[in-house]
């Protein structure tokens, strides 16, 4: 009997297209060193995927920087998961509540560029009316109104950098809580796939 051990993916398709020519369980598990019996496994496991959602015949391919893999597969073995095909099947199918557009943040955003739109306004007339009179050569019009206007952008800028920080950390929290939500499960999954391996 072989050895036990965890099977990767490409042994586990390997396992899949030796078989499907017609090659005995056998031989698999004497060219893999494995067991007969995880061999069995992962055909099973393979036939339920097919049974259960038969439209699954589409391969995605995707090119990365080490970089990008790195920070990924940190990122799954931070929530104990160790299969990427499996991690990025369930933020697939998580998407719809992932990319959802965050309404919230959209009318917050929106109100804000009204009020700077305001301000502005404001700003550039004290700016206009500066420019007139320097054309003109006259003594410039800065009143205690125009530094009023001119302080109010000022706020207005620094407290929206604020709000917007802080919006956008609200939203990496909610996303973070979705990710979480999407992957539930795999690790748990996995860590029982290894236990049953090690039993063999």
């Known amino acids: 009997m072989g050895s036990s051990r965890r099977l990767t993916d490409q042994e ?20 893999l060193k494995v067991s007969p019996k995880t061999v069995y496994n992962v055909l099973s496991r393979g036939r339920s995927a097919v049974s259960a959602n ?11 920087t080490d970089r990008d893999l790195r920070g990924f597969d940190a990122a799954l073995a931070r929530r104990g998961i160790a299969h990427r095909s499996d991690a990025m099947r369930s933020l697939m199918l998580a998407a719809d509540d992932l990319l959802r557009p965050d309404e919230g943040m959209t009318d917050e955003l929106r109100g804000m560029s009204a009020a700077l739109n305001r301000v502005g306004n404001n700003v550039n007339q004290v700016a206009r009316r500066l420019n007139e009179a320097k054309l003109k050569g006259e003594r410039l019009p800065y009143t205690p ?31 973070d809580l979705e990710v979480t939500k999407a992957l539930a499960g795999l690790a748990q999954q996995e860590a029982e796939q290894v236990a049953e391996h090690g039993a063999e």
């Open 54 to 64: 038969d439209s699954r015949t589409c391969v995605l391919t995707m090119r990365v």
């Open 12 to 31: 586990r398709r390997q396992i899949v297209r030796e078989r499907a020519k017609g090659v005995s369980v056998s031989a698999i598990s004497a060219v």
């Open 145 to 175: 109104a125009s530094h009023a206007e001119i302080r109010d952008l000022a706020v207005l800028v620094f407290d929206m950098a604020d709000q917007i920080q802080e919006m956008f950390r609200a939203r990496r929290r909610e996303l």
